[in-house]
């Protein structure tokens, strides 16, 4: 079947820096893509979504990308903060599939002060 | 805070026991889905609930089965549990039309429940 994956498993970054989480998606058709932050012992919290008829969408602080050629999905947070540190999933909404969810491994971002 | 509530928090079990998982949608969704997370994955869908009928399902066995009622609040039962079924249990709601693409589905913070 097809998923949604990750390029990296784990990301460091500087207080203060950005950072950019990667995603790439193989089902073509799919027409909404969302990203979740999930802190330990939490459930997945809703950070941004975008629908396949846009390329960007940015919100306080986050940008999602959306590039459907390569099918790629980017995740970018400006002036990362401690409080950014968690699991950052990726997820697609493919068609026909209703509310149903194909997440991916989740990237784990760790913020260094 | 999403407004999804689950019950319990955390959970025991023995091999081949029952076990019925509990979420309360927030306020207005009509849809309800849940999810097993298994330790260091993302969720893997299960099956949605939408006015009281179930509404798709994932690829797991009838053993895990659901129910909505009228207030849109939702139960997951697990029969016969397996030791592969320990995992995190997210409910997500939302609201909209049970089809519609693009409606933002809002999480639990899930059940942890652990099979002995």
């Known amino acids: 079947g097809e998923s949604v994956g990750l390029h990296l498993p784990t990301l460091s970054v500087q207080e203060g820096d950005n950072s950019i989480i990667n995603c790439a998606y193989s089902?073509?058709?799919?027409?909404?893509f969302i990203w979740y932050k999930q802190e330990s012992g939490k459930g997945p919290q809703f950070i941004i979504d975008?629908?396949?008829?846009?390329d960007k969408r940015q919100g306080q602080r986050v940008t999602v990308l959306l590039n459907k050629t390569v099918k790629h999905l980017s995740l970018q947070i400006a002036a990362t903060q401690p409080g950014d540190s968690a699991v950052y999933f990726c997820?697609?909404?493919?068609?026909?599939?209703?509310?149903?969810?194909?997440f991916g491994g989740g990237t784990r971002l760790m913020v260094k002060p | 805070e999403t407004g999804v509530t689950q019950s319990p928090t955390h959970l025991i079990k023995t091999r081949g026991q029952q076990v019925t998982l509990r979420c309360s949608s927030q306020?207005?969704?009509?849809?309800v889905s849940w999810y097993q997370q298994a330790l260091g994955q993302g969720p893997q869908f299960i099956f949605q609930?939408?006015?009281?009928?179930?509404?798709g399902r994932g690829n797991f066995p009838p053993r895990f089965s659901g129910l909505q009622f009228p207030n849109y609040s939702s139960e997951l039962n697990v029969n016969a549990l397996e030791l592969d079924d320990s995992a995190l249990y997210l409910c997500?709601?939302?609201?909209?039309?049970?089809?519609?693409?693009?409606?933002?589905?809002?999480f639990g913070p899930g059940t942890r429940l652990l099979v002995l």
């Open positions: 306020s207005g969704h009509n849809t």
């Open positions: 997820a697609e909404n493919p068609p026909n599939a209703g509310n149903m969810l194909t």
């Open positions: 609930y939408y006015r009281e009928e179930e509404n």
């Open positions: 975008i629908r396949s008829n846009m």
């Open positions: 089902n073509s058709a799919s027409d909404y």
């Open positions: 997500a709601s939302r609201g909209g039309l049970a089809g519609a693409v693009g409606e933002t589905q809002y």
